[in-house]
């Protein structure tokens, strides 16, 4: 089992541009969410979702949309990048109350 | 509400005790601890559940009082492995899973 997976592990953006993250998990699991980890902030959820076809809104969602249309992806999308979304995002996934997190992707936004 | 860790950092040498603490102004349902290595994705450590009992695992354990809505977490006879950031995430009755800040643990020869 992979587990969790992210992509890309790294990307570099200009203000304004557009991208997806993509998270993907192999343990069947209903719950998947979206961090962002900042220096000295912990880690913040931006969304998350509790099974196919749902989300919701976390602490941080302003500037995110998230989609869930397949059980073992959960897509993060930036329409519009600015410089305060430089962050490193992590995506997890649970069954029940532990969560398994990914390898991390770095987004620098400049 | 983020929960408060304290401290926000120590530093030990290899063997020694630390205790990181994590505090809610809300009534807590539940503890998570997690550590996170540098560079790498959060593990989790363990989870205390309102009513449950102390947890352990290895030489790292942990204690939930319900009534101060705190937790505490137990390092024995710390080894470099150790060494990482430590998180705490707390549940709340309607709230998702809300992590602390992080206590910056550095364990030295």
């Known amino acids: 089992n992979a587990g969790v997976t992210q992509t890309p592990k790294f990307r570099v953006l200009k203000t304004g541009q557009s991208m997806t993250l993509l998270c993907a998990q192999d343990?069947?699991?209903?719950?998947m969410y979206w961090y962002r980890q900042d220096p000295g902030m912990g880690l913040r959820l931006i969304h998350y979702?509790?099974?196919?076809?749902?989300?919701a809104k976390g602490e941080v969602p302003d500037g995110y949309n998230v989609s869930r249309l397949k059980k073992q992806n959960f897509l993060l999308g930036l329409e519009s990048a600015a410089p305060s979304q430089t962050s490193v995002y992590f995506c997890?996934?649970?069954?029940?109350?532990?969560?398994?997190f990914g390898p991390g992707t770095r987004l620098l936004v400049l | 509400q983020q929960p408060v860790q304290s401290p926000q950092a120590v530093i030990l040498r290899e063997g020694e005790d630390a205790v990181i603490n994590c505090s809610s102004s809300k009534a807590l349902y539940s503890v998570h601890w997690y550590r996170q290595k540098h560079g790498e994705a959060p593990v989790f450590l363990m989870i205390l559940l309102k009513g449950g009992e102390q947890k352990g695992h290895e030489k790292i354990s942990a204690s939930f009082n319900e009534k101060k809505q705190q937790s505490s977490l137990y390092l024995t006879a710390s080894q470099l492995s150790y060494s990482g950031t430590y998180f705490c995430g707390t549940e709340t009755s309607g709230s998702r899973l809300t992590f602390g800040e992080g206590t910056q643990l550095t364990v030295n020869p």
């Open positions: 343990m069947n699991h209903e719950y």
């Open positions: 997890a996934s649970s069954k029940t109350e532990t969560q398994y």
């Open positions: 979702s509790v099974g196919e076809g749902t989300t």
